[in-house]
């Protein structure tokens, strides 16, 4: 007859994998290891529970099911005697949608009470189904593959990826555990398929013990800008992918773009940049695409967070012109005696930051700093060492994180790059640093101010700490800001550019009212002669730093006295003017 010659043709030719790897109808669960011996009664509670992935019925009329030693044809369950679950459906091949169906022994309900067998509790719903023949297959064995064949011979789906011999599967997950499919949209492979973690060793009917409970959501990794570096006033795109991973379509999904101002994770009305909503989204790892645009954003670096459902949050750090990152590199070894290479870096904002998944390279090669939660509270310091017990005897170092990944870049004694990134790979901070800026044998290269951008040649010097450095202290020549109430203002004042590492600098600080500004900022003697430009028309954010010297624009060291700084800022937008100036002393330090 026509179907014994499919059943000759199908174990002649052997398993063939499914053209579609993501079946309506696919394999779920696979008990073949039944708990006990399996002599006499025990040998009856094998079962293959398949899925109805689809939100459409399937009719299992003529299907079949292999373990590649006999093709068994599927047919209804139709006695609910011996069953021991109530509310279970019979004598259908229909499987509706989103649907658990059961192929179990036809002997399985034979077993008498007493003697312990009929293990399951079927979830209520679950269709019942069985085979013509006595046994599932020839029996099942741990190693053999399951194929789930349609009426006309074609393979629907597999367990144990039958057509490739060299993985693990099908394994034997232990004695009463069944193997599950992880996730049932997936395709049948090695990683797919884990041992039953239920304290009732297997899920008959039910969601499988080893699928997570996922549903839609997002991670850093879905949210993209473009463009990836915009100016000031330039229109950034915002685009998040949203995924569901439950087993149930997702409608009417809300998604809500906003920027973490304040790092509380919540929006905020002020926060908020808009809002989309997405219709549906298949389940199974169906995916859809959200977005809106950001208007002119200010120069800085700021933290979009995406919301899904008023509760799964996903965040990517955005730079918008030349803003300071939020971790920045503080302090240089280059060039150790004893204490192996090091790098410090410092969380100069009011909010913690957790250092998991950052790296750092040296412009050639990158290397991950740290695996595990590491929260960096504010204004902290963390030193990433090449060598931890040499740095812990060369100096008296203070409690702070001290990571100590397995491979660092070698930093260069005569130039190099330091870079250090985040999880999602955004760049916090980068320093191009020369050894004419500041550090020799056993001295580090130390950084001034944490407000001023890290490639000024002028925010960097020789640590002056008889030490040498100070691995996890306030840098030795560290300049703060004044208070920002002031529209210019200027700290140390006075200072002193003689070069011994104390007050060597000053720091211009200002505040404008103003998002974006057109800036300059010179300096001019008590007659009134220019002698530094600092900033000529420039592009700035509202508030920021620049360093003096103390020199002119040839280099020159200036004579003791009163000097008049003069800042003049446009509003990029309405082209509105103002100006600020204030005095700082240059002198000199008294012996």
């Not at 920021?544 to 002119?552: E, I, K, N, S, V």
């Amino acid at each position: 007859c026509a179907l014994a010659g499919v059943i000759i043709g199908i174990l002649a030719v052997g398993f063939c994998k499914p053209n579609n790897c993501h079946a309506q109808m696919v394999i779920n669960e696979v008990m073949a290891n039944v708990k006990g011996p399996e002599n006499k009664f025990g040998r009856y509670n094998e079962f293959v529970e398949i899925y109805n992935a689809s939100s459409n019925p399937l009719d299992l009329s003529g299907w079949m099911v292999t373990d590649g030693d006999a093709v068994d044809i599927i047919t209804p369950w139709s006695d609910s005697l011996g069953l021991l679950s109530p509310n279970v459906i019979l004598d259908t091949y229909v499987i509706p949608g989103r649907n658990y169906a059961l192929i179990i022994d036809r002997d399985y309900a034979s077993a008498p009470d007493s003697e312990g067998y009929r293990p399951y509790q079927f979830a209520p719903g679950t269709i019942i189904l069985t085979t013509k023949n006595s046994t599932i297959g020839n029996g099942l064995s741990t190693k053999d593959p399951i194929v789930l064949l349609n009426a006309s011979g074609d393979t629907v789906d597999t367990y144990g990826t039958p057509w490739e011999e060299l993985d693990s599967v099908p394994f034997d997950p232990g004695d009463g555990i069944s193997a599950e499919r992880v996730f049932p949209g997936m395709a049948d492979t090695e990683s797919n398929w884990l041992a039953c973690v239920d304290t009732a060793g297997c899920t008959p009917g039910s969601q499988n013990s080893v699928t997570p409970y996922l549903g839609v959501g997002l991670s850093w990794e879905d949210i993209a800008f473009t463009p990836q570096k915009p100016e000031p006033g330039q229109d950034v795109e915002i685009r998040a992918t949203v995924h569901n991973r439950s087993m149930e379509p997702a409608s009417n999904v809300r998604v809500l773009f906003y920027v973490d101002s304040d790092w509380n994770s919540d929006p905020d009305n002020k926060e908020l940049l808009g809002t989309v909503s997405l219709s549906s989204i298949d389940p199974f790892g169906g995916k859809a695409d959200a977005g809106i645009r950001w208007q002119s954003p200010g120069e800085g670096c700021h933290r979009v967070g995406v919301r899904v459902r008023d509760s799964v949050c996903a965040f990517r750090m955005l730079r918008v012109g030349g803003a300071l990152g939020d971790v920045i590199i503080n302090e240089i070894m280059y060039d150790p005696d004893r204490s192996g290479e090091w790098v410090e870096v410092y969380n100069r904002t009011n909010h913690g930051l957790n250092l998991r998944g950052w790296r750092i390279a040296d412009g050639v090669k990158s290397y991950a700093i740290c695996e595990t939660d590491i929260i960096l509270e504010p204004e902290s310091f963390a030193l990433i060492s090449s060598d931890s017990h040499a740095l812990f005897t060369t100096y008296v170092v203070p409690d702070c994180i001290v990571l100590e990944p397995g491979t660092l870049p070698s930093l260069n004694n005569q130039g190099d790059t330091v870079l250090l990134s985040d999880i999602a790979g955004f760049e916090s901070d980068m320093v191009h640093y020369l050894r004419t800026w500041g550090g020799e044998k056993g001295v580090s290269l130390e950084r001034v101010s944490a407000e001023v951008k890290s490639n000024e040649r002028a925010n960097w010097s020789s640590c002056v700490s008889p030490e040498g450095a100070t691995p996890g202290l306030r840098n030795s020549i560290f300049v703060g800001l004044s208070p920002r109430q002031a529209r210019l203002s200027l700290s140390p004042n006075p200072f002193s550019p003689d070069g011994d590492g104390f007050d060597d600098r000053t720091v211009i600080s200002y505040q404008l009212p103003f998002s974006v500004a057109r800036l300059r900022v010179m300096i001019y003697d008590r007659r009134g002669k220019m002698v530094r430009k600092v900033l000529g028309d420039a592009e700035v954010a509202g508030k920021g730093a620049l360093l003096w010297d103390g020199r002119d624009d040839s280099g020159r060291v200036q004579a003791v006295g009163i000097y008049v700084v003069y800042a003049e800022a446009s509003d990029l937008t309405t082209n509105r003017k103002i100006s600020s100036k204030a005095t700082v002393v240059l002198a000199k330090r008294l012996n």
